[in-house]
T-cell receptor, first 116, second 111 residues
Framework: GAGVSQTPSNKVTEKGKYVELRCDPI?????LYWYRQSLGQGPEFLIY????????DSGLPNDRFFAVRPEGSVSTLKIQRTERGDSAVYLC??????????????FGPGTRLTVL | AQKITQTQPGMFVQEKEAVTLDCTYD???????LFWYKQPSSGEMIFLIY??????QNATEGRYSLNFQKARKSANLVISASQLGDSAMYFC????????FGAGTRLTVKP
């Protein structure tokens, strides 16, 4: 079956602009996660959805970052007033959403965001 | 606080040999999960192997095995019979309340 897909694959924007990044999870996966990966580092957790609700948004760095998942499937990460420091690869992952620590997350290919 | 530590920024291994990638973690929760992911130059994170904190046996998946030493809080990945296609970044991750990743180890397999 299809894996996690993310669009666009690359996004170049200017400082101060608004951007939206889209994630389409694996069909049937109720949990969805957003991460940010800066060059030379591991992914950094941003937000986790279980169904339509944000179960944990403690990783969002500030109020310029917001994510939604209105129908419990596709999610959009929204960044307002982008800054050069927001440049990174934004990774989305999904999982079955079952209880227990072994609920494996499967990742999409990422969106590379460059803020000029 | 740093929860996952990967002390090897880079590792080299000869093709067909085994290699161990180190990972130590820190948590006070008795229930947690440990994961290893591979990230090739294409950028996608590929799930390799999982170990639960209550699992008595070390996890194995094909050529991958996880050397789980609970008292030492270590979860090293062992790759046997290395192949050229194993060259990639490898990330260790732990899930207790949330998922945290280490900084990664770049593995290069030499022909």
């Amino acid at each position: 079956g299809a894996g996690v897909s993310q669009t666009p694959s690359n996004k170049v924007t200017e400082k101060g602009k608004y951007v939206e990044l889209r994630c389409d999870p694996i069909s049937g996966h109720t949990a969805l996660y957003w991460y940010r990966q800066s060059l030379g580092q591991g992914p950094e957790f941003l937000i986790y959805f279980q169904g339509t609700g944000a179960a944990d948004d403690s990783g969002l760095p500030n109020d310029r970052f917001f994510a939604v998942r209105p129908e419990g499937s596709v999610s959009t990460l929204k960044i307002q007033r982008t800054e050069r420091g927001d440049s990174a690869v934004y990774l989305c992952a999904s999982s079955l959403g079952v209880s227990g620590m072994g609920d494996t997350q499967y990742f999409g290919p990422g969106t590379r965001l460059t803020v000029l | 606080a740093q929860k996952i530590t990967q002390t090897q920024p880079g590792m080299f291994v000869q093709e067909k040999e085994a290699v161990t990638l180190d990972c130590t973690y820190d948590t006070s929760d008795p229930s947690y999960g440990l994961f290893w992911y591979k990230q090739p130059s294409s950028g996608e994170m590929i799930f390799l192997i999982y170990q639960g904190s209550y699992d008595q046996q070390n996890a194995t998946e094909g050529r991958y095995s996880l050397n789980f030493q609970k008292a030492r809080k270590s979860a090293n990945l062992v790759i046997s019979a290395s192949q050229l296609g194993d060259s990639a970044m490898y990330f260790c991750a732990m899930r207790d309340h949330d998922m945290r990743f280490g900084a990664g180890t770049r593995l290069t397999v030499k022909p």
